[in-house]
C-alpha cells in the first residue's frame, strides 16, 4: 500500500469513528449517512486511491476543474456539484452531475432544466439555502430562506429536474450547531411539502458533528479525509 493510501484510510476510519458516535449521540443510524469525498484541489489519483477505500461519491466545486478530473479518473464514481455555478456552466454540469447541490436561483433551476431537456436527462438537484442572518447576499451562494417554497415549486414543475433535497454550509462567525438548528426547523417544514426530498446536504470537516445532529444525510467532507488542501489566491 502507498504512504498517500494508507494516509487517507488512516483519516477514513478517523472520519467514520466521528460519524458513528455522532450518529449515537443522535440516536441515529450510520447508515442513513452518505459520505461524500471533496476533491477540489486534490489530483485524479487520490481520487482513484477513495475507490479502493470504498468510497463512491465525490464533490467537486468548480466545473473547470472537474471536467477535467473527471477524464483522468479511472474508476467510477458519482459525481455531486457542491460550488456555485453560473449558468453559462449549466449544460457542463448537467452532463456529468449525479446531483447538483448548489441550485440557489430561478435563472439557474431554468438552465439547468433546459440543459437536461437537450440530452434527455432527468437532473437531481438540492436547493442550497443561505443561513447567514446578516441578510439576502447575492454574491455569497444560497437561496433566502424565504424564497425556498417558489423555487421547489419551479423545479417539481420542471420536466428534466428532480428535487431530492436541500443543502447549505455554516455561516461564518456563527456556532454552525445554531445555523444547522435553523435549517433543521426549515427543513421539517419543507419536508410537509415535499416529502421525497429528503436528502440533507450538511456538514463540513469541521462541523460534521453538528449537522448529523440536526438531521444531514450527506457529509461533504474534504481536508478531514484528504489532509489540508494548499492554499490557492
Ligand atoms: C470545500 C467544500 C467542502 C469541504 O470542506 P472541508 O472543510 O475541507 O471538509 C464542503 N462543501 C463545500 C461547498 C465546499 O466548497
Not at 478530473?69 to 449558468?87: M, P, Y
Not at 442572518?133 to 417554497?149: A, F, K, N
Not at 450538511?202 to 450527506?218: F, N, R
Request: aromatic share 4%.
Amino acid at each position: 500500500m502507498s504512504d498517500r493510501l494508507a494516509g487517507i484510510k488512516d483519516n477514513l476510519e478517523k472520519l467514520q469513528s466521528r460519524i458513528d458516535k455522532a450518529c449515537q449521540e443522535a440516536k441515529r443510524s450510520s447508515t442513513e449517512i452518505t459520505l461524500i469525498a471533496v476533491t477540489k484541489t486534490y489530483p485524479a489519483d487520490d481520487v482513484d486511491l477513495l475507490k479502493q477505500l470504498g468510497i463512491d461519491d465525490v464533490g467537486e466545486n468548480k466545473d473547470q476543474e472537474a471536467s477535467l478530473k473527471r477524464t483522468q479518473v479511472q474508476a467510477d464514481f458519482n459525481w455531486h456539484f457542491i460550488g456555485q455555478l453560473q449558468s453559462n456552466k449549466a449544460k457542463s454540469v448537467v452532463s456529468y452531475a449525479h446531483l447538483i447541490h448548489s441550485v440557489d436561483r430561478p435563472s439557474l433551476a431554468k438552465e439547468i432544466q433546459k440543459s437536461a431537456q437537450g440530452v434527455e436527462k432527468k437532473q437531481a438537484v438540492l436547493i442550497q439555502l443561505d443561513l447567514d442572518q446578516s441578510g439576502p447576499d447575492p454574491s455569497r451562494g444560497g437561496l433566502w430562506p424565504t424564497e425556498l417554497m417558489a423555487l421547489a415549486q419551479q423545479i417539481t414543475d420542471s420536466s428534466h429536474l428532480e428535487l431530492k433535497g436541500l443543502m447549505s454550509v455554516a455561516p461564518l462567525g456563527e456556532n454552525p450547531a445554531d445555523a444547522f438548528a435553523r435549517l433543521a426547523v426549515i427543513r421539517t417544514d419543507f419536508l410537509k411539502a415535499y416529502p421525497q426530498a429528503s436528502i440533507l446536504s450538511a456538514g463540513m470537516s469541521d462541523d460534521l458533528e453538528a449537522a448529523i445532529l440536526h438531521g444531514a444525510t450527506h457529509l461533504r467532507i474534504g481536508s478531514a479525509l484528504l489532509g489540508e488542501r494548499p492554499k490557492i489566491g
